[in-house]
C-alpha cells in the first residue's frame, strides 16, 4: 500500500486558520511520531487526513485516491480519538460494549478476539457507561478501539493522556508487538514525548499549523546538539548554524542547535551534548516571548 | 452496494429495533402503571388499548424525533468516526427512522384492527408519517445544533410548546381535532411527503460537510 | 543487558555495542542465539526497525548470522573480530578523553603513567 499524502492543506474556521499550507507524506509501514503543542493542529491534521473533517483548501489521498468518501481508502484507516464524556445533550450514556460493537461492525478487519483480550487486560467492564470511566479507562478504551481495527494506517490521538506510567508501558510494549507482527502503520501523537521517542521510526513536529518537520528520528537527533560554554566563544562556535532557545547564566550560555548535517565539532572551547527528542521540540517550539 | 454500504445499513436497522425495542418495553411498564391505576375495573382492557394507542402514536413522533437530534452530533458522529461514509449515514438514518415507524405502525395497527378500534388506523397512519417527518426535521435541528449550540433546543421546546398550546385550545374550543384529520387524511400525507423531502434533502446538505465532534 | 538507553549514541549503536560487550564477557558464546528483534525492542521499548538496524550492523561486520526460520547467532571468532575492532578505536573513543581530563585538572604525564602502573586490573 502506498503513501497517505496531505497536499497544500488549510484549513480555516471562521478567521482562524487552524493549519497553514500544510504538506504531509505518511509512508506506510513506520510507527510515526506526532508532536505539537496544544493547539498546534496536531487533531485537526489528523480528522482531515482521516476524511473525518473536509478541508478549507487542498486534497487528501491515499495511493493517489482521494479520502475523502471512498469506502477503499477509508478501510485502510483508523483514528481513535479521545471519547468524550459529555455530549451537547448531557452526559454520554453509551457503554463501552457500544463503541466496540460499532468498531466491529465498520473496521473491515476488525479483531473481536484481541478486542476482548485487550479489554481483559486493561481490566475494562464493557458494561460500564462511558460518562463513568474514569480517564484511564477511557484512554484504554481508545487503545483497545486502535488496536482491535487492525487498519492498516492506525492513528492514535494522545493515547496515553489519563494512562498511570504501568499502563503506559503497557501500551508501548501493545504497540511494538503489533507493529513487529503485522507491519501496521502507526501514526502516535502525544505530549509524553521522551518515553515514546525511541518508539518513533519518524517524527513529525507541527507548530502554530505549520509542519516545522518530518524526519526519520535518529537522523536528526543526529544533526542536533547543545552547546554550552562562555557566552562569547558560544557564539562564536555556532555561527553560521540555526540556533534555538539560547539560555545565558551568568558568563555562561547554552543554546541549541539544529544542522544541516551532522557536525563533526564545534572547537575546544565549548562543550557539546547530544539533545533528546522532547529538548529538541522545546527549543523549536517554546515560545520566547511567553517563556514562563 | 458496496460492502461499506452494507455493513452500515445493517448498523443502522439494527439501531432501529433497538429503538422498538426500547418503545416496548416503556410500554409494558405504562401498561402495569395504568392497570394498577383504573378505577373503572368494568373497561379495564379497552381503556388499556386506548391508552396503548395514544401513548403510542405520541411516542412514534416524540422519540423518532429525538433520536434523529441526537444523531448528527452523537450517534452518526461515533459512526463517522469509525470510518463511515457521509452518504452511507444518511441512507443509514432514514432506514433506523423508517425500521421504528414500520415496526411501530404494523404493531399498532395490528393492536387497533384486532381489538376493534379501527378508527385509529388513518390516526396510526398519520402519526407514521408525523414522524417520518419530525425524524426529517430532527436531524436539521440535530446538525444546527452541532453548529450553533444548545441554543436551539429551545426551537424543539418551543415547537412543542405551541403543539401543546394548540392541542389543549382544540380541547377548550370543542373542535374535533382527531375528526378534521380523519378526513383530510390524503391531503396531509401529500404536504408532509413534499416536506419530508425538503428537510431530508436539507440534511443531506448538512451531512455533506459534517464533521466528528 | 544495560538497563535503560543513553541519548549520547543512536539507539542501534547502543543495541550493537550492548551485545558486542556480551559477547566479550562471554554471556553470550559463539553459535548461541541472540535474542530477535523482536525481544530486543520490546524489552527496550523502541522500534523494532531501530533493533532490526542494530542486529543488520552486526551481520555486516561479521559478528552475528541468520539460521533461516530460527533467528540470529553469534559467528565463531565473533569475538576476536570485536576485540580487533575496537582496538582501532580504543584511543580515540577511551584515551583521548582521559587525556584531556588530566590536561584539564592538572595531572602530568608521569602520574598518569604512574597510576596506570599501579592497577592491579591489568
Not at chain 2, 432501529?16 to 375495573?41: P, S, T
Not at chain 2, 418551543?158 to 370543542?174: H, K, P, R, Y
Request: net charge neutral.
Amino acid at each position: 500500500m502506498g503513501t497517505l499524502s496531505g497536499k497544500n492543506i488549510t484549513k480555516t474556521y471562521g478567521k482562524d486558520t487552524v493549519l497553514k499550507n500544510v504538506n504531509i507524506d505518511i509512508e506506510t509501514g513506520k510507527i510515526y511520531g506526532l508532536i505539537g503543542r496544544n493547539g498546534a493542529g496536531k487533531t485537526t491534521l489528523l480528522s482531515i487526513l482521516t476524511a473525518q473533517n473536509p478541508t478549507t483548501e487542498g486534497t487528501v489521498t491515499l495511493d493517489g485516491q482521494p479520502v475523502w468518501e471512498n469506502e477503499e481508502s477509508l478501510s485502510h484507516i483508523c483514528y481513535s480519538r479521545e471519547i468524550s464524556q459529555v455530549t451537547m445533550f448531557g452526559p454520554n450514556t453509551l457503554k463501552v460494549k457500544d463503541y466496540l460493537s460499532t468498531g466491529k461492525a465498520f473496521y473491515k478487519n476488525w479483531d473481536d478476539d484481541y478486542a476482548k483480550e485487550l479489554v481483559k487486560l486493561f481490566n475494562i467492564n464493557p458494561k460500564k457507561k462511558v460518562s463513568k470511566l474514569s480517564k484511564g479507562m477511557l484512554s484504554a478504551v481508545t487503545i483497545i478501539i486502535a488496536l482491535a481495527s487492525k487498519a492498516d494506517i492506525t492513528i492514535l490521538d494522545e493515547p496515553v493522556a489519563g494512562l498511570d506510567v504501568v499502563a503506559r508501558e503497557q501500551f508501548y510494549k501493545l504497540v511494538i508487538e503489533e507493529y513487529a507482527q503485522t507491519g501496521r502503520t502507526f501514526i502516535i501523537s502525544t505530549h509524553i514525548i521522551e518515553e515514546a521517542a525511541s518508539l518513533f521510526e519518524k517524527v513529525i513536529i507541527i507548530d502554530n499549523g505549520e509542519i516545522i518537520l518530518t524526519e526519520n528520528t535518529e537522523e536528526l537527533l543526529a544533526r542536533a546538539y547543545r552547546v554550552s560554554g562562555e557566552t562569547e566563544a558560544v557564539d562564536l562556535a555556532v555561527e553560521g548554524f540555526k540556533v534555538y532557545h539560547p539560555e545565558s547564566i551568568g558568563r555562561n550560555k547554552v543554546v541549541t542547535v539544529l544542522a544541516e548535517e551532522p557536525v563533526a565539532g564545534f572547537g575546544e572551547d565549548v562543550q557539546v551534548e547530544p539533545v533528546a527528542l522532547q529538548n529538541l521540540f522545546y527549543a523549536m517550539c517554546v515560545d520566547e516571548r511567553k517563556e514562563a | 452496494m458496496s460492502e461499506l454500504s452494507k455493513r452500515s445499513a445493517k448498523y443502522y436497522l439494527i439501531q432501529g429495533m433497538q429503538m422498538m425495542g426500547i418503545m416496548v418495553v416503556l410500554q409494558a411498564i405504562l401498561c402495569v402503571e395504568w392497570f394498577l391505576m383504573a378505577d373503572d375495573r368494568n373497561n379495564l382492557f379497552d381503556h388499556i388499548i386506548r391508552m396503548v394507542l395514544m401513548c403510542g402514536v405520541m411516542f412514534m413522533i416524540l422519540f423518532n424525533l429525538i433520536y434523529a437530534v441526537y444523531g448528527p452530533n452523537w450517534l452518526d458522529s461515533l459512526v463517522l468516526s469509525m470510518g463511515a461514509r457521509r452518504k452511507d449515514i444518511f441512507v443509514g438514518e432514514i432506514i433506523k427512522q423508517f425500521t421504528y415507524i414500520i415496526l411501530n405502525t404494523v404493531v399498532y395497527l395490528v393492536i387497533s384492527v384486532t381489538t376493534g378500534n379501527n378508527i385509529w388506523v388513518p390516526i396510526i397512519i398519520l402519526a407514521a408519517v408525523g414522524a417520518a417527518l419530525a425524524g426529517a426535521i430532527g436531524q436539521v435541528i440535530g446538525f444546527k445544533i452541532k453548529k450553533y449550540g444548545k441554543a436551539y433546543l429551545f426551537v424543539i421546546a418551543i415547537v412543542a410548546g405551541c403543539l401543546g398550546v394548540f392541542a389543549s385550545l382544540t380541547t377548550v374550543l370543542e373542535i374535533d381535532l382527531l375528526g378534521l384529520l380523519r378526513n383530510r387524511v390524503g391531503w396531509i400525507i401529500v404536504i408532509a411527503v413534499v416536506l419530508f423531502g425538503l428537510f431530508e434533502f436539507w440534511s443531506y446538505k448538512l451531512g455533506q460537510k459534517s464533521m466528528v465532534m | 543487558m544495560i538497563e535503560n538507553l543513553g541519548e549520547d549514541k543512536s539507539i542501534y549503536l547502543q543495541i550493537s555495542e550492548m551485545i558486542e560487550d556480551e559477547i566479550l564477557r562471554d554471556i553470550l558464546r559463539e553459535e548461541e542465539q541472540v535474542p530477535s528483534t523482536t525481544e530486543l525492542s520490546k524489552f527496550y521499548k523502541i522500534n523494532p526497525a531501530t533493533a532490526a538496524k542494530g542486529i543488520n550492523l552486526l551481520v555486516d561486520k561479521g559478528i552475528l548470522y541468520k539460521k533461516r526460520g530460527i533467528g540470529m547467532f553469534v559467528c565463531e571468532g565473533a569475538k576476536d573480530r570485536i576485540k580487533e575492532a575496537r582496538r582501532t578505536s580504543f584511543y580515540e573513543n577511551y584515551v583521548k578523553r582521559i587525556i584531556s581530563e588530566a590536561k584539564l585538572i592538572g595531572i602530568d604525564k608521569a602520574e598518569l603513567k604512574k597510576m596506570i602502573d599501579e592497577t592491579k586490573e591489568l
